[in-house]
């Protein structure tokens, strides 16, 4: 999902939110957060905001990456998700993610999420182009966390 289509459906007022819902809001690190109205909508279980470039390779990025380097995913924002999702499986029974086009980003979160949750998928484009290392990421650090805790019950 776009980030124009979530503020529109913030627009409308909590009865967009019909059912329990969580948010995973993805944004340039340039660009102002979306603003969620506080308090949150009754409906609205959880918000996380994630700023992150949408690159897949370092040195795609015009910037110094040193600087940047903590707008780049990686381990510290999935486990922020997976901490969400520890939470928001028990009560939401909808999930958004969203970045500013709904096209790369939140894609490749929402079908990483999707296969490892055996989540449902609801896209609002059409045409999309998950970001493969935000996906490859989250894939990998679930494998990881798999065989951890199958040494650990050895």
Not at 55 to 70: A, C, F, P, V, Y
Not at 93 to 105: D, T
Not at 112 to 117: D, G, N, V
Request: with cysteine; aromatic share 8%.
């Amino acid at each position: 999902m776009g980030r124009q289509h979530l503020e529109g459906l913030l627009a409308q007022g909590e009865s967009a939110f019909s059912v329990p819902t969580a948010i995973i809001s993805i944004t340039d690190p340039d660009r102002p957060k979306v603003t969620f109205p506080q308090p949150l909508y009754e409906n609205i279980v959880g918000v996380l905001q994630i700023p992150i470039w949408d690159t897949e390779r370092i040195d795609n990025l015009d910037k110094d990456w040193q600087t940047e380097k903590e707008y780049l995913f990686g381990d510290t924002h999935i486990a922020h998700i997976n901490m969400m999702m520890e939470t928001w499986l028990q009560s939401a029974e909808n999930l958004i993610v969203h970045c500013e086009a709904g096209l790369s980003r939140s894609v490749a979160i929402a079908e990483a999420l999707s296969r490892l949750h055996d989540i449902d998928l609801f896209h609002t484009n059409e045409t999309t182009f998950p970001n493969s290392e935000i996906f490859r990421l989250m894939i990998r650090n679930a494998w990881e966390q798999q065989l951890n805790k199958e040494e650990q019950n050895g």
